[in-house]
């Protein structure tokens, strides 16, 4: 039977294609690599280094051939974003290291391969509140840079996204402040020893430069407000135009912002919906000395309230002379695109190093900033990815036809569904439109905002907040998501099935689920062999050219043993779901007399089409009015919450990780449909999309505690 169900054919065919697959992995992992070093003029090291507060940090320097102990050149710290690693800063990274530029990207704490610090920390600069270390390492990566002597420690900047902005304004408080305790320690001692006014602050100036402290002189901040604190308590907490302190007004740092014109967090970051409007912010006016309602590209001073236009010639004047003024620049700039485009945006990206060019280098540019060549890195980044992807399923139809893993094959049984009227159309697009419903209608208010930062103090409106076993906010979410949707999908397919379906004489074996015991164990070994097989390439690939398949909010990268431990505790909730939505997906969706190529679109469009419809409204309007159509999660705009609270709650992070839903579920779909029709159950197929989905979701997401 097996024999004659699995064609002589199909192990050729899906060999070729899993051996097409590891080819584009090792190919674009290895012209990846080329790329992301410019050809091999640039050195990447990974680096490991205790931080201040006792957590184990990891980051990736790009050292340029031309860095070197005689000729140090300028260095920038780059810091990614929430649901992010380093990675997601590689774009910048090969721009600015092809320019002459040292760069350390890090993990921040909790990411990549960056641990939390351990409990009981505190720094003194923060106040001592324990457990508290808002810049998330930042700081003592800025203090790794003078391990290198090939690097200019005069002249070092650093560039965050989102969650990394706000982490490096921090870490630049913190290197200033402890160089001001210096200082005024050094003033007090020469003071008591009799010199005067004049020759102690200079006695001062010079002990504190020569501490050690590396200060960084220019901040490029993308997707995040000025860190404005109450003047009053020195925290985040009631902030207001009235009680603003922008903690870095008296550091001599140029400082630049960039914001898309769509940018889903500006009205929780600046106050202001519009994110176009964003300059017009009282914070902006914080964090600028004053200014508001400056021009995108304007180059002005700190402290002029009318942002005088500077010339490119005179802001490289100012900013060289900021240490001795006391007066750095600032400039505002925004750029055509979201939240996320920051990461993946010429212009955006394009703005920064023509910053760090005009503050750390006295305006030359080695390479024009427009020219940029970290698209190629991108595209092999999502042809490995989808390679990746492809390996999965054509691993396990190559195994399938190995006599052990042959048995689980059956004859694939009818679908529920037949359409041969107009009657029958209508009573399916009625069904097919009620499995579409639940997933929009349920996504925001189950999803929350799930940013539970604990190093930061920030815990916001996650609806399963983590602890010591469910440890990550974002996947706490996507879990209750799944459940919630699950219990709602099997009480509908029920309904369907006893009410509808088995009155027209079908029954359990039309689910796709009859299968013995034995071979729903040899489906799962299968589906585990062949997930494995194909990760251990991701793996190897990793460790020999240094990059990842990813590519925007999509990736499928290596886990370390921390995420592997969380991998198996969420797993059992992904088998469950994606097992029941394989059996909707081939027993009801799937039409009987349809063409294959049909049910394939039909699988895939109801395993996403409610999002995307809710997406396209809500980006949609986003894209014409400048404000979200869906801005709130649900129960959080009434008085009554407000008063409790203190503020409704966007749905800007939940918006932006169902990017990443809309891109792997209508793929998963297809393939559990794929591996039913080859094996005529659904069990491989789930089992298999289980494992694919939760480690795209989970293998770079945070650690939250």
């Known amino acids: 039977m097996q024999q004659t169900l699995l064609k ?47 957590a184990e940090s990891h980051a990736k320097l790009y050292i340029p051939e031309t860095a ?28 600015l290291s092809r320019r002459g530029y040292v760069v350390l990207a890090l993990d921040m704490y909790g990411h990549g391969d960056s641990s939390l610090p351990p409990e009981g920390y505190s720094q003194v600069e923060m106040g ?3 457990d508290y270390a808002p810049d998330l390492g930042s700081y003592s990566a800025l203090q790794e840079l003078a391990k290198y002597d090939f690097v200019d420690l005069t002249k070092v900047g650093m560039l965050g996204h989102s969650m990394g902005t706000a982490a490096i304004q921090e870490g630049a408080y913190l290197a200033y402040a402890k160089w001001q305790n210096v200082y005024n320690v050094a003033l007090a001692e020469a003071q008591a020893a009799g010199q005067d006014d004049a020759a102690a602050a200079g006695t001062a100036y010079m002990a504190a430069m020569g501490s050690g402290i590396v200060l960084p002189g220019s ?51 600046w106050g202001v919906q519009d994110s176009r409007e964003y300059t017009t912010s009282f ?106 992807l492809v390996a999965f399923v054509a691993l396990a139809l190559t195994l399938l036809h190995l006599p052990f893993f042959a048995t689980i094959v059956r004859p694939e049984a ?77 009480a509908l397919y029920l309904l369907v099935f006893f009410f509808i379906a088995k009155k027209s004489g079908f029954g359990f074996e039309n689910t796709g689920l009859k299968l013995p015991v034995v071979q729903i164990l040899k489906s799962f070994l299968l589906a585990a062999v062949s997930f494995l097989g194909v990760y251990a390439v991701v793996y190897l690939c990793h460790a020999v050219t240094g990059t990842c398949f990813s590519f925007f909010k999509f990736n499928i990268m290596p886990m370390n043993a921390e995420h592997w431990v969380a991998f198996f505790k969420y797993l059992p909730v992904w088998l469950l779901f994606f097992l029941l ?49 869906i801005q709130y999660i649900p ?46 159950s659904v069990w491989l197929g789930g089992f298999l999309t289980a494992f694919i989905v939760l480690t795209f979701t989970i293998s770079h997401m945070v650690i939250s505690i």
Request: net charge neutral; proline share 5%; aromatic share 12%.
């Open 68 to 95: 070197t102990a005689s000729a140090p050149a300028p260095a920038i710290v780059l810091c990614h974003g929430y649901t992010a690693s380093l990675d997601a800063m590689e774009p910048n990274a090969i721009e």
């Open 581 to 629: 939505v394989g059996v909707i997906y081939n027993s009801l969706t799937r039409i009987n007399n349809a063409p294959a190529w049909v049910n394939y679109l039909l699988i895939a469009l109801v395993s996403c089409g409610g999002l995307a419809v809710m997406f396209a409204y809500d980006y949609g309007t986003l894209f014409a009015t400048g404000v979200r159509g």
């Open 219 to 269: 901040l490029v901040l993308t997707g995040y407000n000025y860190n404005t604190r109450n003047i009053n308590d020195l925290t985040y907490n009631g902030v207001t135009p009235e009680n603003a302190l922008f903690p870095l007004f008296a550091a001599p740092v140029n400082i630049c912002t960039i914001q898309g014109y769509y940018d889903e967090f500006s009205g929780l970051l």
């Open 414 to 490: 009818e679908s529920m569904t037949t359409v041969g009227d107009g009657k029958g159309v209508l009573k399916y697009v009625v069904l097919y439109i009620i499995f579409l419903l639940p997933a929009p209608l349920l996504y925001y208010w189950l999803i929350g905002y799930p940013y539970y930062m604990q190093p930061q103090w920030f815990k916001f409106l996650t609806k399963f907040m983590p602890n010591s076993f469910f440890n990550m906010a974002p996947m706490n979410s996507l879990m209750l998501f799944n459940c919630v949707m699950g219990v709602i999908f099997l």
């Open 635 to 680: 129960g959080t705009t009434s008085a009554q919450w407000v008063s409790a609270v203190g503020m409704s709650f966007p749905t800007a992070l939940a918006g932006i990780m169902l990017f990443s839903l809309l891109f792997i579920l209508p793929i998963t779909a297809v393939m559990s449909r794929i591996c039913a029709k080859k094996t005529g």
């Open 8 to 54: 002589k054919g199909g192990i050729r065919i899906s060999a070729i294609v899993l051996i097409a697959a590891l080819l584009v992995m090792v190919v674009t992992s290895v012209v990846g690599r080329s790329i992301a070093t410019s050809a091999g003029s640039v050195k990447t090291q990974d680096i490991t280094f205790t931080t201040d507060v006792g």
């Open 128 to 130: 001592g509140v324990v």
């Open 283 to 388: 914070k902006f006016a914080a964090g600028t000395g004053g200014a508001t309602n400056v021009p995108s590209g304007t180059y002005f001073m700190y402290g002029d309230t009318a942002a005088a236009p500077l010339s490119r010639d005179e802001a490289v004047a100012a900013a060289a002379s900021a240490a001795l003024t006391m007066k750095p620049i600032r400039a505002a700039y925004s750029f055509d695109g979201t939240h996320s485009d920051t990461y993946y945006d010429e212009t955006a990206i394009s703005y920064g190093i023509d910053f760090f060019d005009i503050t750390l280098r006295g305006g030359q540019a080695s390479i024009d900033p427009a020219e940029q060549v970290w698209h190629g890195r991108a595209a092999c980044g999502l042809l490995g990815l989808a390679a990746t």
